[in-house]
């Protein structure tokens, strides 16, 4: 009887420790899925980006070929223009009018080469700029904020913005616009970036799952109130922390931007955040786009 009582006691132990040991992997699985769907959102905004500004290079390169191409039919035409003046001089004749016209034209062509040549090289040295704006915005926001949970905060780059995502549980209690003293805490310290970075534009995007909020809530009628409220607390503080207030645009996006789509508490929890988009002022890179 003793016996049968030890072996039962070790099979409960043993069970017990395999039922802990799926309970961690499965914890383990979700934050490295979790992982992986904010590197493959990364990685696609990154492509978009990088595409995009494939296509502005390409065309400025397929103009400079274009010309390229016109300069060389003329250089070719100038060279049979000096080919018969030669002959012509033999013959006791002129082409002279004809090859000035010529010279002119590929005068003209250098020019406008010369030109959308230099364009280009502006064009890449500003968005070598630009890229590395970025990067240097994106480590000096994840230093300001590197005491905080990567569940709870997560900052990325995204189609050339630096995304500084924030959970719900950071900021607010469920329902809720008043800012946690912890969320609090993490708005200054961005906020400290933000007031050195005078050349960065701010939008706060506010997030919620699809769940409706509950019924009489006190000034709001619907997840896009309760989006907009929370943003608009986020700007607030921001500005009071020292940010220009010109620089900061609150936005609500509801439930209509979600990370995930599945139904489950898990996907729910991760979409209801706050984003905070950081963009470098591009106005430099436009008036050339513009120009060429």
Not at 17 to 35: I, N, Q
Not at 76 to 103: C, D, F, P, V, W
Not at 162 to 189: C, H, I, M, W
Request: hydrophobic share 40%.
């Amino acid at each position: 009887m003793k016996k049968q009582l030890v072996r039962a006691s070790m099979f409960l132990l043993a069970g017990s420790m395999a039922l802990s040991s799926c309970v961690v992997s499965k914890k383990k699985y979700e934050d490295l899925m979790a992982r992986k769907n904010a590197l493959e959102v990364d990685k696609a905004g990154l492509e978009q980006d990088k595409s995009t500004l494939e296509q502005q290079k390409a065309a400025l390169e397929e103009a400079k070929a274009s010309l390229e191409s016109e300069r060389a039919k003329l250089e070719q035409q100038k060279r049979e223009y000096e080919e018969s003046l030669a002959k012509a001089i033999k013959e006791g004749k002129t082409l002279g009018e004809n090859l000035n016209m010529s010279k002119s034209q590929i005068d003209r062509l250098n020019a406008d080469l010369k030109a959308r040549e230099a364009r280009l090289a502006e064009l890449q040295r500003i968005l070598d700029e630009k890229e590395k704006a970025v990067a240097n915005l994106r480590n000096r926001v994840s230093n300001a904020l590197l005491g905080f949970n990567d569940k709870d905060l997560t900052v990325n780059v995204r189609n050339g913005k630096v995304y500084v995502s924030l959970a719900e549980q950071l900021l607010f209690n469920s329902g809720s616009t008043k800012v946690d003293p912890k969320g609090v805490e993490a708005l200054r310290k961005l906020a400290a970036v933000l007031k050195e970075q005078q050349d960065v534009n701010v939008v706060v995007e506010g997030h919620t799952d699809d769940v409706p909020i509950a019924k009489g809530t006190v000034g709001m009628q619907d997840n896009w109130d309760l989006s907009v409220l929370r943003a608009t607390e986020i700007t607030r503080i921001l500005a009071n922390a020292g940010v220009d207030p010109t620089r900061v645009t609150p936005s609500g996006r509801s439930k209509y931007v979600p990370l995930d789509d599945t139904k489950t508490k898990e996907a729910r929890q991760k979409n209801r955040r706050t984003e905070i988009i950081l963009t470098p002022k591009l106005d430099e890179l436009f008036q050339i786009l513009e120009n060429a």
